[in-house]
């Protein structure tokens, strides 16, 4: 089964750079990474979605190696409105890959401290 | 613009009653239209997907079925709960399966 693994918890501070990095050994040809981040009692928003190298958009940057088996998210400059939990998802919304069916998985939970 | 809307937003119910969540999407057609529910600190589980009216997927065999008796409405139901489905559900819709997902504020389910 395709699987992500993330670490469970990180802290940081305001104002400094937070990097989240997903680990996908099994990813597909043909699968995008996807992150998503989540409020307590609020449904997923979507972040930023990427297939290889670089992607940016105005809150967030993917970075995403050459043999694809991991992914970075950076969040540039947090405040303490960032502090959720942050999914990272390989293959497509329904969780399908052509390795096999993948999850949300348990996310990464974020704290930015003041 | 697109807007999805869930409800109810909280629900006790007893141990062998009935359950319908409503789910519709605004703004858009054909979106394909999905189910999940997360247990208290833990990821999302799919539960159902729909990429069309009466068109409906189950990933996880369980006391649980799904409808589409509309393009935009998305409806959740069981004939008995269990203590076991108490948990956070969330419908969500998208326009393709890679797309963007957009997330209703889902609906928290207590079974007593």
């Known amino acids: 089964l395709a699987k992500t693994t993330q670490p469970i918890s990180m802290d940081s501070y305001e104002g400094q750079e937070v990097n989240i990095t997903c680990s996908h050994n099994?990813?597909?040809?043909?699968?995008?990474i996807t992150w998503y981040q989540q409020f307590p009692s609020q449904g997923p928003r979507f972040i930023i979605q990427?297939?290889?190298t670089k992607v940016t958009n105005e809150v967030a940057s993917l970075f995403i190696p050459a043999d694809r088996k991991s992914s970075t998210l950076s969040l540039p400059r947090v405040s303490l409105s960032d502090t959720a939990v942050y999914y990272c998802l390989v293959g497509d919304i329904r969780g399908n890959t052509n390795a096999g069916k993948s999850t949300f998985g348990d996310g990464t939970t974020l704290t930015v401290k003041p | 613009s697109q807007t999805i809307h869930q409800w109810p937003a909280t629900l006790v119910q007893p141990v062998g009653s009935p359950l319908s969540l409503e789910c519709t999407v605004e703004?858009?057609?054909?979106?394909?239209l999905y189910w999940y529910r997360q247990a208290a600190g833990r990821g999302l589980q799919l539960l159902f997907y729909s990429v069309g009216i009466g068109q409906i997927s189950s990933e996880v065999p369980q006391n649980l079925s799904a409808s589409r008796p509309q393009d935009r409405q998305f409806i959740l139901s069981s004939k008995k709960l269990l203590l076991s489905d108490s948990g956070f559900y969330l419908c969500?819709?998208?326009?393709?399966?890679?797309?963007?997902?957009?997330f209703g504020q889902g609906t928290r389910l207590t079974v007593v």
């Open positions: 990427g297939y290889k």
């Open positions: 703004g858009t057609s054909n979106p394909n």
């Open positions: 099994n990813i597909a040809t043909n699968d995008y």
């Open positions: 969500a819709w998208s326009y393709r399966a890679y797309t963007e997902a957009f």
